[in-house]
């Protein structure tokens, strides 16, 4: 179903039902790919043996190791939002949460600290001078979901753009891929590198509501059918309007009617209902394999790290 048209009333509250899909980890836990990734990583930090020399050089690779034990420990799910600059990321996010916690405007890098929410904000550097947004909400059993939100594609070069895109994705367990119309070249090629860290990925045509509706849908069709049948499969593309504009009119002190826009109610139900799906299809499953598999790259690299101290050490 298209955004903007209405959906009809199931009775489901869907905030609600993203909570149930958290708080429902207890019963997750057990599936024996969760148990195996527990076992894997505590087995592996358990059996690192390190010289005070070689604790100090790997002390980053080892603390990732030991934040994605964390990260099983917790039921933590990672959603991570990219895009260009003026797509709507922050929008979109703060859509999701109910609550204006991300920035939004022409400029990124401030967000609103929110002194009463049952959201933690977090800045988190991923290269010099550039930083993510991580807002993440716990719910009672400790279980937790993030939402990370990365500067914009085309405010970073191409080696940070490539080193970000590769920190956060790795970790990440979904990824939403924001445009906001047809797909540019450098939107594309980024999407392309994406798809290459193998995680699910939804690719989110914002701001439909700035089109009329049979536009929307042809670019929508031109995507599909055209410019991203490679990279994305239909099942994984969605429409949205994080912040609709509307006309809204009031009266004046002189009786006349003037028209202004606002901001109307967010149009991302059916978003949340891919969200869902994503969830509700991997579960714990899909943290525990992207947890995994990162952290074989991460042992790899402790190894080789700790290989070549060694022989530097017995050169001198």
Do not use: C
Not at 158 to 174: K, N, S
Not at 257 to 271: C, F, H, K, N, S
Request: no cysteine; net charge negative; proline share 4%.
């Amino acid at each position: 179903m298209a955004e903007g048209t209405p959906t009809p009333n199931t009775g489901v509250d869907l905030a609600a039902e993203l909570d149930a899909v958290v708080r429902d980890f207890d019963d997750l836990q057990t599936e024996l790919t969760y148990r195996q990734a527990q076992g894997t990583l505590q087995t592996l930090l358990e059996h690192l043996t390190l010289t005070p020399r070689e604790s100090a050089d790997l002390q980053s690779e080892v603390q990732e190791l030991t934040g994605l034990l964390t990260k099983l420990e917790q039921a933590v799910i990672q959603i991570a939002v990219f895009g260009l600059v003026g797509r709507g990321k922050s929008s979109l996010l703060n859509a999701l949460l109910g609550s204006d916690v991300f920035a939004t405007g022409p400029t990124h890098g401030v967000t609103q600290q929110l002194a009463t929410a049952p959201w933690q904000v977090q800045q988190e550097a991923i290269a010099p001078e550039q930083t993510v947004w991580r807002v993440s909400s716990r719910t009672p059993d400790q279980a937790r979901i993030e939402l990370i939100d990365t500067p914009g594609l085309d405010e970073v070069n191409g080696a940070v753009r490539e080193q970000l895109a590769q920190q956060v994705a790795q970790t990440a367990d979904l990824i939403l891929f924001v445009v906001a119309g047809d797909i540019t070249r450098r939107e594309y090629e980024a999407l392309a590198a994406l798809r290459q860290v193998h995680k699910p990925i939804l690719l989110v045509f914002n701001k439909v509501d700035q089109y009329p509706p049979a536009d929307r849908q042809a670019i929508f069709e031109v995507l599909q059918e055209h410019r991203l049948h490679t990279l994305i499969a239909p099942e994984e593309m969605v429409m949205a309007a994080a912040a609709p504009l509307v006309a809204q009119a009031t009266r004046r002190a002189d009786g006349r009617l003037v028209t202004r826009m606002a901001r109307g109610e967010p149009q991302i139900t059916d978003l949340k209902l891919k969200i869902l799906d994503v969830l509700q299809r991997e579960g714990l499953a899909l943290v525990a394999l992207n947890t995994l598999l990162y952290a074989d790259d991460l042992s790899d690299t402790i190894r080789e790290k700790k290989l070549h101290l060694r022989d530097r050490a017995l050169m001198r």
